[in-house]
């Protein structure tokens, strides 16, 4: 029984396929851990593509509405950019 145990794990075989097992989850450049590690920050890239497209969508659609009413137009250069008129005088009162 034990010789029959010890020429089964002296196998060159199965040797060979353990050292390559162990070096390929511990050792190797895209070992397991790696790759877990990638995977985890592939998904937050991916996360941040998809929030970045659904704000290129809002703003575009913010934009066509600009373009569409030049009344929002002129309101969000007056209060965000503090833009006037020729004869205006523009007065900003800042509250601490």
Sequence with gaps: ??????KILTNKF??????FTVWMVYFDQNDYFTMQQKKKEFRSVKANVDFLNLETI????ELAG????????EQLARENYHMKRDNEDVYVIERK
Excluded: E, I
């Design 14 to 19: 199965l040797l060979t396929g353990v050292v």
């Design 58 to 61: 809002r703003m575009q659609n």
């Design 1 to 6: 029984m034990v010789k029959k145990a010890l």
């Design 66 to 73: 600009l373009m569409a009413h030049s009344q929002k137009l």
